[in-house]
């Protein structure tokens, strides 16, 4: 029963470990389950790759795609090629993916063609904007997966709306939180703590990384100046995406209170959103972790596909528009934002349930296996 996991951007990493955790447990105690962790290479910085594995203890890929960078249909491409080509080799009997990139939607399509199921974890999600390439990520892996492990009432919501039947939606909960969990106690400062005089509540996290965002200059110039001013002068820790660092050199200044560093690893990311006063931010997986941490979340874009974030989190939606800035911030600094609880089970137990889950659809179970025969 070999299951393939695939990884290939930085998001993928964290919500992959606690499902190679939960797999290795169950095989010590005699389920059959294997798995074969693939790589795309999509991601291959060793900023926004090894050093997620080496802090999260995920095992060395058995196999590494090495697609590297590219447009979206050069990698699209590139992965479904390379993929296909180990599946004729050494098929599996699961193809399991996980979260929105491309990578996601590749591995599923080329597995589903030679008619290996596509279990997706996080599926169902949806921020109904085509013009973010995720978006179409999410719509077309969705469309051909069997089995969906999903992170909220609302995506489940979304699946049956779409005519997905009941018995093939699992409503595990949010394994990106199980590693958010299992690491708290391991976070760490970044080595600039110090220097940059940092102290608890009183500097802020910028991530930016979507197109809409980074990828003209007018945009990102505007939007930096924005949070220059809102912030009061209070340092600004913005770990810069690659996506995003080719684009800085054209700008023609960053205020001074914008402190550029480089993406960090988890646990100094984790540590620094942790301790922050807020994060400002366009990702979506932050602000899964910030409403589980309690911290302010502000986030650049004018939609969300984790809406739960907002209605029970602490995460609200600025918009692309500079100006919404300030008032928000005026907001936090007046002491007036949302506490926020967190959402169904964002428990820690979600790699858990989803082997379970997958023991019983496989027919995992060595014991039960050979007690039928
Ligand atoms: C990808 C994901 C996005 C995720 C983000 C997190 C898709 C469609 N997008 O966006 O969902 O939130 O990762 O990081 O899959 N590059 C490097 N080094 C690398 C990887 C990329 O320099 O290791 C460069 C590429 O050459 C490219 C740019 O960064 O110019 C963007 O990389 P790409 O993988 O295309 O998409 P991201 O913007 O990182």
Redesign the pocket.
């Known amino acids: 029963m070999l299951i393939d996991i695939i990884a290939?951007?930085?998001?993928n990493f964290m919500k992959i470990a606690p499902i190679i955790r939960a797999l290795k447990a169950r095989q010590s105690s005699g389920s059959a389950l294997r798995y074969r962790l693939v790589h795309t290479g999509?991601?291959?910085?060793p900023?926004?790759?090894d050093s997620f594995f080496e802090q999260l203890e995920i095992p060395q890929p058995d196999m590494n795609l090495e697609v590297?960078?590219?447009t979206?249909a050069e990698?699209t491409a590139a992965i479904m090629t390379r993929y296909e080509r180990l599946l004729l080799h050494a098929p599996s009997a699961l193809c399991l993916v996980v979260?929105?990139?491309?990578?996601?939607m590749a591995c599923a399509i080329a597995a589903q063609k030679l008619r290996i199921p596509v279990a997706h974890v996080e599926g169902g999600i949806r921020s109904g904007d085509w013009t973010m390439?995720?978006e179409i990520?999410r719509m077309v892996t969705d469309a051909i997966t069997n089995w969906f492990f999903t992170t909220s009432e609302v995506a489940n919501e979304n699946l049956r709306r779409s005519g997905v039947s009941e018995d093939r939606i699992f409503f595990v909960g949010n394994t990106m939180i199980d590693t958010l969990l299992a690491n708290l106690d391991r976070l760490q400062p970044p080595e600039f703590w110090d220097d940059l005089e940092l102290t608890a509540q009183a500097y802020f996290v910028l991530t930016l990384?979507?197109?809409a965002n980074v990828d003209a200059v007018g945009p990102f110039s505007n939007m930096l100046k924005a949070i220059g001013e809102g912030t009061r002068g209070a340092p600004v820790i913005f770990p810069v995406?690659?996506?995003a660092?080719?684009m800085l050199s054209e700008l023609p200044e960053v205020p001074a209170n914008i402190r550029l560093v480089e993406p960090q690893g988890y646990l100094q990311f984790n540590y620094l959103v942790r301790n922050a006063k807020a994060v400002i931010t366009d990702?979506?997986?932050i602000t899964e972790e910030t409403t589980v941490m309690g911290v302010p979340c502000l986030t650049l874009r004018d939609n969300t596909e984790r809406p739960e974030t907002i209605d029970i989190g602490t995460n609200e939606l600025i918009g692309t528009n500079p100006a919404a800035l300030g008032p928000a911030l005026q907001r936090l600094f007046d002491g007036q934002w949302k506490r926020g609880s967190i959402p169904d089970k964002w428990d820690g137990a979600a790699g858990e349930r989803i082997v379970e889950d997958l023991e019983r659809l496989l027919g995992g179970n060595s014991n039960r296996d050979s007690g039928a025969a």
């Open positions: 290939g951007a930085r998001p999509q991601h291959y910085d900023k926004l790759s590297g960078s590219g979206h990698q979260g929105d990139v491309t990578s996601t390439p995720e990520n990384h979507r197109p995406h690659p996506r660092e080719k990702s979506g997986g």
